[in-house]
Antibody
Framework: EVQLVESGGGLVPPGGSLRLSCAASGFTFRSFWMSWVRQAPGKGLEWVAN????????YYVDSVKGRFTISRDNAKNSLYLEMNSLRPEDTAVYYC??????????????WGQGILVTVSS | ETVVTQSPATLSVSPGERATLSCRAS??????LAWYQQKPGQAPRLLIY???TRVTDIPARFSGSGSGTEFTLTISSLQSEDFAVYYC?????????FGQGTKVEIK
């Protein structure tokens, strides 16, 4: 069974930093590209970042470029999101998600339960 | 950057009726479109990908159609468990994007 479990969320002041982790199990992690997607309270879904299977390509939404870094450790079956210079508008539930299938272009088909990040003084 | 726009924002439907949700892309995205269902307090659930392919275990009352810039999600006969928010997403590696969502509520 595919499982994605996020951790590392919490309350952080504006300008602060936080590192989210996503522990993956139940599949061959190194074969899938992964995503972070966020959802501000009462709002819709917003894609944040993608990383391909071997970690050599990374993509970000414009609003987080230069502040957030997506990374992965395939030996530890883990995905990360390093968030710096946090702003109140980064407040959201952050989801870790896995591509539906490993080969070809597919949307995220498996999602974690989400972790809340609150940026406030 | 491709923007996807959903309509309507809210759809009021009686149980057993048909619901039709629309998603329009600002430029052609071929068939790289997915539909998700999200209930309060839950993660999104993928229903449809490649515009019309149902994910395993998704009921046949959910169907997707379209290509290029115009897409539709149809729920043929709404069940109580189908009342939720639905999102479309165009997907690629470098700049995927979600629509703003359509809330399907009980009439």
């Amino acid at each position: 069974e595919v499982q994605l479990v996020e951790s590392g969320g919490g309350l952080v002041p504006p300008g602060g930093s936080l590192r989210l982790s996503c522990a993956a199990s139940g599949f061959t992690f190194r074969s899938f590209w992964m995503s972070w997607v966020r959802q501000a309270p009462g709002k819709g879904l917003e894609w944040v970042a993608n990383i391909i299977a071997d970690g050599s390509e990374k993509y970000y939404v414009d609003s987080v470029k230069g502040r957030f870094t997506i990374s992965r450790d395939n030996a530890k079956n883990s995905l990360y999101l390093e968030m710096n210079s946090l702003r109140p508008e980064d407040t959201a539930v952050y989801y870790c998600a896995r591509q539906l299938y490993s080969s070809g272009l597919f949307p995220p088909g498996y999602w974690g339960q989400g972790i809340l990040v609150t940026v406030s003084s | 950057e491709t923007v996807v726009t959903q309509s309507p924002a809210t759809l009021s439907v009686s149980p057993g009726e048909r619901a039709t949700l629309s998603c329009r892309a600002s430029q052609s995205i071929s068939r790289n479109l997915a539909w998700y269902q999200q209930k309060p307090g839950q993660a999104p659930r993928l229903l449809i990908y490649d515009a019309s392919t149902r994910v395993t275990d998704i009921p046949a009352r959910f169907s997707g159609s379209g290509s290029g810039t115009e897409f539709t999600l149809t729920i043929s006969s709404l069940q109580s468990e189908d009342f939720a928010v639905y999102y479309c997403q165009h997907y690629n590696k470098w700049s995927p994007g979600f629509g703003q969502g359509t809330k399907v509520e009980i009439k």
